[in-house]
């Protein structure tokens, strides 16, 4: 087991199927999405489809991504009558600096703002990590060494990003990744956001989803490159990820990932599995929440907990452990074993 694991709890998410923890998880169960023509067109003349978040008012740009990333936040925090923002640290996951038509220019600015939106002041140690997908995983490292370290209590993490934006949607296209009338190898954009809870794992009668593995590994062979595949960044991060559990690829019971549609990701998944996996297996579940909520980029790291919770806690998950994995278009590769504990730690 990992020195220091870590619980997750007080799940707050907005997304395009739900704007709350419980719709989202319950819509994501079901397999309910809510893809829908946006005002964007492709290079056919179609529209663009995506998912959208359907807000009370018709926000865009940061304004949008401030009412999401709030929304979520407060619904993590009033679970809690007892927390104290101010002695909580806010690690706050944004879309890559890099990422075209990233609609953030200043990222503190933007933390400053979503601050007023939420009339509450954060531990002096909050920051914000714009790195994608991964930024959940790094996220989780710097929670375990504030609390480890300074003694903090508790670290709240969020994340909001989205895909929704005419520059980003043409960027992609152009690069025949996104899914429209002329291309079906290409994933669909969405938006949302994500909040929730990191503590020290400690003994409880109650059921607590905690993470007792962290790896992290870097792919030569993006998507965006002609290089043969292997899949070795990957292997590299859930071997890391393995090894801090002490335990193998045979000794987990099913998987969940970031696959948002296109073939590379998959293919990707399956050359990992077959280079790690030793043990033979009836069957090893891979779930992948982009289906239903689309490409959501920081924000998907959340909602991927959220789901293996509420799967733990309501009784319909494949089992007590779960490879977690998380991967950006630049070749970082993020893996994380997450147990559900009900009877302590150990």
């Not at 309910?32 to 995506?50: A, K, L, P, Y």
């Not at 009370?56 to 936040?73: F, H, N, T, V, Y």
Request: some cysteine; overall charge negative; hydrophobic content about 40%.
């Amino acid at each position: 087991m990992s020195v220091f694991p870590l619980a997750l709890s007080n799940f707050g998410l907005v997304t395009s199927v739900g704007l709350n923890a419980p719709s989202t998880c319950a819509a994501i169960r079901c397999a309910i999405d809510n893809v829908q023509e946006t005002r964007f067109m492709d290079s056919g003349g179609e529209w663009i489809m995506g998912s959208e978040v359907p807000l009370e008012q018709p926000w865009r740009g940061k304004s949008k991504l401030i009412k999401m990333a709030s929304q979520a936040i407060k619904e993590s925090l009033t679970q809690d009558e007892t927390l104290q923002p101010e002695q909580t640290p806010l690690l706050l996951c944004l879309a890559e600096p890099e990422r075209p038509g990233r609609v953030i220019d200043d990222d503190n600015q933007f933390f400053s703002d979503l601050c007023i939106a939420l009339e509450s002041e954060f531990h002096p140690k909050s920051c914000v990590i714009s790195q994608g997908h991964v930024a959940f995983a790094t996220a989780l490292l710097q929670a375990r060494r504030l609390i480890e370290v300074l003694n903090v209590p508790q670290v709240l993490i969020a994340g909001v990003d989205g895909f929704l934006v005419g520059q980003t949607l043409a960027a992609f296209e152009e690069k025949e990744r996104l899914l429209t009338s002329q291309n079906s190898n290409g994933f669909i954009p969405g938006e949302g956001a994500a909040a929730l809870l990191v503590r020290r794992a400690k003994d409880s009668s109650e059921p607590q989803l905690v993470c007792t593995g962290l790896g992290f590994g870097v792919e030569k062979a993006t998507v965006d490159s002609e290089e043969p595949l292997r899949a070795d960044g990957l292997v590299q991060a859930i071997r890391a990820a393995l090894d801090e559990v002490g335990c193998d690829m045979g000794d987990m019971d099913f998987r969940i990932t970031d696959l948002s549609g296109e073939q590379y990701h998959f293919k990707e998944a399956a050359l990992a599995l077959g280079r790690i996996l030793r043990k033979r297996k009836e069957e090893f579940d891979i779930w992948h929440p982009a289906d239903c909520v689309g490409e959501i980029g920081a924000a998907m790291g959340g909602v991927m907990s959220a789901v293996i919770e509420a799967a733990y806690r309501k009784r319909y998950s494949k089992g007590k452990r779960v490879l977690f994995h998380l991967g950006n278009d630049d070749g970082k590769r993020v893996v994380m074993v997450f147990v559900c504990q009900c009877d302590g730690v150990g």
